[in-house]
């Protein structure tokens, strides 16, 4: 076992040695993978006979039975193809936040999907929210990759100023395959994360929302008088902390989150709210497999 | 009662105090120095903070809520800068006695209600002012005192006692009460001898002395560990006019004929003119009108013609703040001629002198000899009381007579008396020209041949002192007098020859003032001067003679109470309860018994206004001190600085809270 990058532990990576990817849709694969398809196709496992048909592939038929029957049949077998998963995460400056930073666990995260679509031979491709729209990010397939998927990962930096919905619309247009999509993100944009999430349904994609939340956000501790700074676009606050404001902000959070999930469950996408105090294995074997990503 | 303010800064300081509250408010007016804080984002915060802000005045109020503290703690602060402050006073001490007058001149009305309620009203504050641990006592005094309450640190009891004092138709002496004060504060000595040993520890006492200070000085007394104030009550404008004196007398022109003498006192500031009723039996019998100078007296003077008994009554018209002094009586008694008894071998002289014109209209003279000691008629007359003034003319009786006596040239038998040897040529150095039986007689030119020095027994008077010892002296016993001369009148004795015969043993009876002296005895021991007895003063004990001995008795007094009790065996009636003015019923025995007055005639009761020093303090005088009205206070400013400097502490801390805890906002 390679030694990995703080990214992820060895003992996670035994853990996700043993899992897949499920996605909920039928999706072509480009290439054979280690993904046994609901199609029929040609691998090693038999599926089934059916009469030839003129253009049948000779190859296929079934020549011991011809020889019994006098008639020609072709075999069938399972088709094994591979999967398409992508990772966006979002690196906008608001998510340079927290221990570890919000980032840092959208990377770990990240990492841990990709790893599992990487020794089921997966097609894994891991971009950030500023990704330039021209240049894809590479596609990483096979465990020989790990180690470039986790420095491509381990290269994302925080402080994109582009829009959610900027983002995640670029991704669309680069990436025109199906498959699994699996967007990391705090959902802190003022502009709202309802188109970005919109482009994504539209692409027929199976996509999940991991909103990751610092402590600091989810149960603000702080005191007095202060001006609170928005760390992307400077944008202040004044604010006197008392039990009253605090109430009213995690009221307001509660009904943040729950209006996300509600958009979410009506559109098909799977809502995920990650603490990041919350460990990547814990997320990954625990939630993550409740909700059906991986198996 | 608004409090007074003292200024504690000067104005530059002020301004300066007036300038911070503009500056707390700009202050807040400009943006608070709120510290940054760099957040992921502020979406949520926005939304929170539009939210809170939909009740935006309360919460504005709110916001402000530490500014408003801020200003109420400035505004506390400059109020105790201020020290707003109550004239008050303050008990100094922890041992207290309340002295409380209630004579008949604290029954004024010159303050609300009387002198007496407002005394008690100012002793109640008194003793609100007390703090926790004090003790006091009460004393309420007129003529004598009364202990309310002993020292107790119990208010309420102390309370009821006040509540409880009565006022009095007695006159005041101040010195009992000082003396029950003294005895606690001076123990172990007298207060009027220091040479005693103390055996006690002393205990200080401030003692008030809650009066009107209608008293005259009290001398001779030390204070000693007692502190003492006077809590002046009354007003220097109360008005009063009384009657001081009231009596009956026969007329000089007409021995027949009687007049009513009384005396009116103006103790106010103001003249006024009065008008005087004189009642006989409720009867109006005479009105005369009387102008009377401000704090000034005038005589009046009615013509009551032949009148035989009854109760007069004198009443002024005159609407002032004592009402208590403007009525008095006399009790008339029936005219009745002393009955004197002389018991003589032959004395020429005092028979003649005694036997006048004017003497006889005042004694009935009964002259027997010395034989008639041992008759019976005299015996029952002696023991019975039947004789006003027996004389003993160089003979002594086998007891003394239930009478008034006058030995001359023996001594009553009962052993009290004694004389020394006969000297001759005597030469009188003093009289007791004071004493009633001496009044008017000269005696510069008298010559006494022979006497005996007399030892009268304690508590007699020296009348005539001579170089060799008393000449006559006169002693009480029981309820009689027994006078008593060393030298003889008219003395018999043999001269060379043998024959015997009367000689004089002085030149008295050749001068005027044997006349003189014989008038005055009958006017003194006859009682023939009975006649206009103005009575009694208030709380004294009325003694009259001549009841049925043990016989049961009954008085109505002023006031229609009835109080009955006893004579004692020598047939004398004693009576206390005489508080109230006026005129009091007697029945002895089934009969009626001569009535007796009550009167106050009391120039100090009734002079209502009180002493001035100097400076117009009212003033009394204790032992040669001046004390001056509330003088002895200790005044004091009750100043709330301290509360208010609490309560800015307070608002400090509450503002501390709310700063840290952010309750509100």
New interface residues.
Partial sequence: MPDTSTLLSPQLLAKLEKMELISRKIFRGRMKGERRSPRKGQSVEFADFRNYVAGDDLRFVDWNTYARLDKLFLKLFLEEEDLHFYALIDNSGSMDFGTPSKLQYACQLAAALGFIGLIRGDRVRIEPLDQSPTSAAPVFRGRQSLWRMLDHIEAISPGATVPLSEGVKNFCLRNSGKGIVVLISDLMDKSGYEAALRYLVSRDLDVYLVQVLSAEELDPDIQGDLRLVDCEDGDEAEVSVSRVLIDRYQKTLAAFIESARDFCTRRGIVYLLARNEVSVENLVTGYLRTRGLVR | MFPELANMLSWWQWLVLGAIPPAIVALYFLK?K????????????????E??HVNSIWQRLR?NLLLLLQLLLLLLLALALLRPNWHGRKLSGDRFIFLIDNSASMQATDVPGSRLEEAKGKTLELIAEMKSGDVAMVVSFSDGARVGQSFTDNRARLRDAVKAVEPTQRSTSLREALKVASGLANPGRSSADSTDTQVAEALPAELFIISDGCFDAVEGFSLGNLKPTFVAIGRPEAANVAITAFSVRHSEADMELLQAFARLENCGQQDVTVSVELFLDDRLIDRDRQKIPARDAVPVTFDLGLVESGVLRMKVEHDDHLSLDNEAWVVLKPPRRARVLLITSGNEPLQWVLETDSASEVGALRIEPPEFLEDKQYAAGAANGSYDLVIYDRCSPKEVPRANTLFVGSLPPDGKWSAGAEVGSLQIIDIAASHPLMQWIDLGDVIIAAGKPLQPPPGATVLIDSDVGPMAAIGPREAFEDIVLGFTIVDEHADEDGRVGKYFSTNLPFRIAFTVFALNLFDYLSGSDALGQSGFRPGSTVELDGATPRAKFRVRTPAGRKVGGETDKLGKLHFAETDELGVYGVNCGGKKFHPFAVNLFDTAESDIVFDLNRKGDPIVNIGYVELAGQAGWTPARREIWQLLLGLGLAVLLLEWYIYN?????
Avoid: G
């Fill in positions: 608070l709120r510290q940054a804080l760099e957040v992921p984002s502020t979406y949520l915060w926005h939304k929170s903070i939210d809170l916001k805890r952010r309750v509100y906002m």
